[in-house]
């Protein structure tokens, strides 16, 4: 089994970026031994905080943060840090040459019942042309980032990550702790019947959204034999797309605060969508293609619709052009 290191070398990857990732991957380890250790190791549960989300922070997501923060400012190539936990940039070195943004714990609702969970990232070229701890270092499209990855802690620890070529998967092997290669390209089937999506939101959709689904459930033929899975862990869902298709789905919602979608672009939509997309499948929000979209604020919400190109195209064609 191949070593991670020697394959981003093989695929050209630059030297500083290795070293980056693997000091998130470093954090990733950690995390995921204390995921493994659960109650034992006093992790489960909230606290009393609330975060820039307005959502109640688990002690994992305020354990992650940290872990991975703090790796990341001791990495002299990383010049800004975002993250779903942390309302404002936080500063690193003023030269670095990297921006990083992630999702520490993705997937929270599933961490005391024992669910996938994930971490989430992406890696920009810093720009040279604002502040170097301004916000508007952030303010580039998906289609800059030269890297985005996920670790999935599940019943194996795995990396999903692309440097711009290929999304390979990895396993980490708790023999030695490292990340082995176990597929050297993933592939997203062009068509599938698997949809994900929490239906429990339906009375909150557009009439457009609720009349396609109307049709999904009771007429469709592309979906006569469909199937609903839903993790409520985006990556854990959109590892299933990328392992075996299908289409993955969190629309706009009337909702307050979910009137432009819940997921967001920056740290959860954007990285997805580049593995989504280099394995062959389509990433868009409201009928674009997300990794076009220009981020006008650090936690932007974003309408999202990834996956099979057969099903994603049905879903935009028919809410998109009705
Ligand atoms: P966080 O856990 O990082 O806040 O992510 C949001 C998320 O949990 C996604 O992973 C998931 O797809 C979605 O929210 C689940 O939403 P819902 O609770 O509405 O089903």
């Not at 030269?95 to 989430?120: E, H, M, W």
């Not at 030269?146 to 795995?158: D, K, N, Q, R, T």
């Not at 706009?252 to 997805?272: C, Q, S």
Request: overall charge negative; aromatic content about 8%; charged content about 20%.
């Amino acid at each position: 089994m191949r070593r991670l290191i020697p394959v981003l070398k093989q695929d050209g990857v630059d030297t500083d970026l290795i070293m980056l990732v693997r000091t998130i991957l470093a954090a990733s380890k950690e995390i995921a031994f204390r995921v493994s250790q659960g109650e034992l190791a006093g992790i489960l549960g909230s606290t009393l905080n609330e975060n820039i989300q307005g959502e109640v922070q688990k002690k994992l997501d305020v354990l992650a943060n940290q872990l991975i923060k703090e790796m990341l400012l001791d990495d002299e190539s990383v010049r800004a840090i975002a993250s779903e936990e942390e309302e404002h940039v936080v500063a690193g070195h003023s030269t670095g040459r990297y921006i990083v943004a992630f999702d520490p714990l993705d997937g929270s609702s599933n961490i005391d019942v024992n669910g996938q969970i994930g971490t989430i990232f992406t890696v920009y070229p810093a720009r040279e042309d604002v502040a170097y701890d301004s916000c508007q270092q952030f303010h580039q499209p998906g289609i800059n980032q030269l890297c985005a990855g996920y670790i999935l802690y599940g019943p194996s620890s795995l990396l999903v990550l692309s440097t711009g070529g290929p999304t390979r998967c990895y396993t980490l092997d708790l023999t030695h702790g490292g990340y082995l290669l176990t597929k050297a390209q993933m592939n997203v089937p062009r068509d599938s019947c698997e949809f994900a999506i929490n239906m429990a939101n339906y009375r909150h959709w557009s009439r457009v959204t609720q009349a396609y689904f109307d049709q999904v459930l009771y007429a469709s033929e592309r979906f006569r034999h469909s199937s609903v899975r839903w993790n409520a862990a985006m990556v854990g869902d959109v590892h299933r797309v990328l392992s075996r298709g299908g289409i993955f789905l969190y629309p706009e919602d009337a909702r307050l605060g979910n009137e432009t979608g819940k997921l967001r672009l920056l740290y959860e939509a954007n990285p997805l969508s580049l593995l989504i997309e280099k394995a062959g499948g389509k990433a868009t929000s409201s009928g674009r293609r997300t990794l076009e979209i220009m981020p006008k604020d650090l936690h932007q919400r974003v309408p999202v619709v990834l996956g099979s190109v057969g099903p994603v195209d049905d879903f935009n064609s028919a809410v998109f052009s009705a």
